[in-house]
């Protein structure tokens, strides 16, 4: 009788989880109807960060990182200024020399002459303008391996910094800035949770976060608060943030390489990620629509 009945509660424990189990498998169906579509490779992963639970498209894939490894970059500049190796309000002299190419308004400002700014600025640049020049100083002041311990100690075994902004000869010897979905995601949870550095670190950094302008914001809803870092590379498009749903915020990771296109697959696949939630918020755990 004993085991009748332990088979029995096995039997409503799996019935009540699976009606939302078979929602996510049809949000997979989705992104991969998309991913079939798509010209290209994807990846995506998204952490529930009310529940914890994760949902994965093949999120154990290593994907070039592009600038989304500012991210990684950020929290180890904010535990070195925790560690007093600096101060935000330091300041740094930067000249010609120190200017690289791609994105960011600091390459140009340095053509007329030497340009003074503080370590804060510095970050600021590297996060909201995606700043090339901002954030090489950055990884020379935190430091390459420094950035790839803390990011060993957090337990990302894949997300690793190994080269500069701009640096042509070091990707063509495939030395490539790279993580996966699943690990990009579980990083911004733990800024989110303010586990990355502290507390008040997490909510600068997420207000860093929200100033820069990626394609997750077009997949949302007017109004939802977006805090991500995109990045772009000829063949790549990948973006990384947490969306804040109202009632079911949420981390996500988006990467694609191997683009035959210039269209970016950020926007859509956000779309179809939040409208999972969404759906989630507005139910019970058996699917009853309440609001």
Known sequence: ??????????????????????????????????????????????????????????????????????????????????????????????????????????????????VTVTVAGLVRAMIEKSDNTATNACIRMAGMEPVNRTLHELGFSFTRLRRMMMDSAAAGRDEENVSTPLEMARLVELIHRGKAVDEQASREMLGLLKLARGGMREGVPKGVEVAAKPGDLPGVFCETGIVFHPARPFALSVMSTFLGTDRNPVPAVTKIVYEHFDRLARSNSYGNRLR
């Open 1 to 114: 009788m004993r085991a009748v009945l332990l088979l029995f509660a096995v039997h409503l424990a799996w019935g009540q989880s699976a009606v939302s189990q078979l929602l996510e498998e049809k949000t997979l169906l989705r992104v991969r109807a998309f991913d079939e579509s798509f010209d290209g490779v994807l990846g995506v992963a998204a952490v529930d960060l009310g529940a914890g639970h994760v949902v994965s498209y093949h999120g154990d894939a290593v994907f070039p990182q592009a600038s989304s490894i500012k991210i990684a970059i950020m929290v180890q500049m904010f535990r070195a200024e925790r560690a007093g190796q600096f101060h935000f309000s330091d300041k740094v002299r930067l000249t010609e020399k120190d200017a690289a190419g791609g994105s960011g308004d600091l390459q140009n400002e340095l053509k007329k002459g030497p």
